[in-house]
């Protein structure tokens, strides 16, 4: 058995001898031991083993996470409607017809010129322009914070970020309101999708 400085915490390794067979089935014991476990650590800061035998394996969204704050996860309509803009390869915006790269990437690689844009997509680039997402520099329309970009593309491959993979010096953009009060905090061990 090992432990993890956790009193009263541990789990059973299978020898690497075991078959399969036996690993398998040790494995899904052991997960649902270690998920009960932190379950009594995280709700009552200790394990205790008699109460362990006694419980049912909680679901994993009843995990709380031990870090605060762990999780935002994007609740802003308009700032959802703005990443599928951005980021889904279902958006025509400024495609020309041999083209199949997304908003971003022809943002990112200067191909959208804002003087050949059709009157439709003048709105649609005047709308993100009044949200401080991009604005034209020389005809060549381009994004105005590349650190708010890759935020906002992590919410749309993830929905929820963790606050803790953010590096530090981009914690303004979360704390200044344009994203922070457009999500709300999951404080779970696990992410909605996970």
Known sequence: MQTFDVSGFGIVVSSKDSSYY??????HSQLHR?????YLY?????????LLNRIA???YEDLISLSSNKYLCLTNKRIIDINNF???DQITFAYPQSSMTRTFER???????KSKLADWEKAIYNDLSSEGIWADKNDTIQFLNNKKIALLKDFFDNTCINRYW????????????SLNNKSEVWNRLFSKEE
């Open 57 to 59: 394996t909680p679901a």
């Open 107 to 113: 943002v990112l690689s200067k191909k959208i010129r």
């Open 34 to 38: 270690v998920v009960k476990e932190y």
């Open 166 to 177: 953010i590096p530090e010096e981009w914690g303004e953009l979360l704390e200044d309101g």
């Open 86 to 88: 951005l980021f889904s």
């Open 42 to 50: 995280s709700t009552y800061g200790e394990i205790d083993n008699e």
């Open 22 to 27: 036996e690993k398998n089935s040790l494995f």
